[in-house]
């Protein structure tokens, strides 16, 4: 296939489209190169850091109207971490989990672990998503609000019937920060802050309900054998103390509270919901009049407006079109890994620039067009 050069007018301002890490803005890196970067080299348990993770915390407090009552919590080791955080210290008896794709699975084997009860699993076809169901016996239900492996989207939402004490937990990953929701809605709402909220990874947070904070507490007093480094009793107290078990990485939390900051001053998530919906939106009534894409999530109600995925016609080797996109500077939007679909990915996170979007989709179009 011969070199495509693609004309400067289709290329987009900011080339990253990834739905792993996401583009950071210039400006949190400037403000990092200034402020953040004094922080570097320097102990998370002294004041100047002991603060940054303050505002970071008071800053997504804003951000997700929480509630009296609920805290904001953080441990080091990302959202596969937590997963073992709930597994050892928020899981008892039964679970109930949606699985929408990869990472939705990943949990569901997560909290598959030798001293609980098997779970109820219930299995969406990819591009599709099912619903929690009410289930007697069940202290957890547990969902990604969005898959990010498939670009589809769950409600944030608790079931009528739940046993009493029976707690709801959100995988917010891909969402928080993009997507607005209902904190009463739900009792564990976590995340890493690599996506939406245009950081880096390696740690996590989780905005917990009073029922939550309890269970955790209560768990932990008891015989279960927990490592501390999985230990929400330990995050939990080590959060109210603004630091972390372990030594966080600085940068990570700088340019989180940098993304947290900025949203908060733009109109907050109801702004950030906005943005990415309008974003998401160009993408799919692009896709809908293409001669050669379409939407992979069918039902419009299940289509992410954060992670969008199009397949492509068998006529079309999206591959190489992503391979043409990348020589040209526009990276990271191959398809999902496992899923194995003549596809791209494409994220619109609350950093994703409309304009940016548009002049992708122009570039797309360039592309196939010359590959014919």
Same mark, same amino acid.
């Given at each position: 296939m011969p070199d495509i050069q693609i004309p400067a007018e289709f290329l987009p301002q900011d080339g990253r489209f990834g739905c792993g890490p996401s583009r950071i803005r210039h400006a949190q890196i400037d %403000?990092?190169?200034?402020?953040?970067?004094?922080?570097m080299g320097t102990s998370h348990r002294q004041a100047p850091v002991k603060n940054l993770v303050k505002r970071v915390q008071e800053g997504l407090f804003e951000l997700f109207h929480a509630p009296e009552g609920y805290e904001i919590v953080q441990g080091v080791g990302g959202s596969t971490a937590f997963w073992d955080v709930a597994s050892f210290s928020l899981a008892e008896g039964k679970s109930q989990l949606l699985v929408h794709g990869e990472f939705g699975a990943k949990f569901a084997n997560s909290l598959s672990a030798p001293w609980l009860e098997a779970p109820s699993v219930i299995k969406a076809d990819a591009g599709s998503r099912s619903e929690l169901k009410t289930e007697s016996g069940v202290s957890a239900y547990a969902y990604p609000q969005n898959e990010t492996s498939t670009g589809v989207v769950a409600p944030? %939402?608790?079931? %009528?019937?739940?046993d009493s004490g029976a707690l709801f937990l959100t995988d917010a990953t891909s969402a928080a920060g993009g997507i607005d929701f209902d904190p009463t809605e739900t009792d564990v709402y976590y995340f890493a802050?690599?996506? +939406?909220? %245009?950081?880096?990874?390696?740690?996590?947070f989780a905005l917990m309900s009073p029922a939550a904070i309890e269970r955790a507490e209560r768990i932990a007093a008891s015989d279960r054998y927990i490592p501390e480094f999985l230990s929400l009793k330990t995050a939990i107290d080590n959060s109210r103390l603004n630091q972390t078990l372990n030594t966080p990485a600085i940068a990570t939390l700088f340019l989180l509270a940098e993304q947290v900051d900025w949203i908060n001053g733009q109109g907050g998530l109801a702004w950030a919901d906005a943005r990415t919906r309008e974003a998401s939106n160009h993408i799919y009534a692009w896709a809908e009049a293409s001669e050669f894409a379409t939407p992979f999530v069918g039902n419009v109600q299940h289509r992410s407006q954060v992670v969008t995925t199009i397949d492509f016609a068998d006529s079309v080797d999206a591959a190489a079109v992503a391979k043409t996109l990348r020589a040209n500077s526009i990276v990271d939007v191959?398809?999902?890994?496992?899923?194995?679909? +003549?596809?791209?990915?494409?994220?619109?996170?609350?950093a994703t620039e409309l304009a940016d979007v548009k002049a992708l989709t122009n570039a797309i179009d360039f592309v196939v067009a010359a590959m014919n």
């Open positions: %403000a990092f190169a200034t402020e953040g970067a004094r922080l944030v %939402a608790r079931i %009528a019937g739940a802050p690599q996506k +939406n909220f %245009a950081s880096d990874g390696g740690i996590w191959e398809p999902y890994r496992k899923l194995g679909r +003549n596809q791209l990915r494409i994220a619109t996170f609350t």
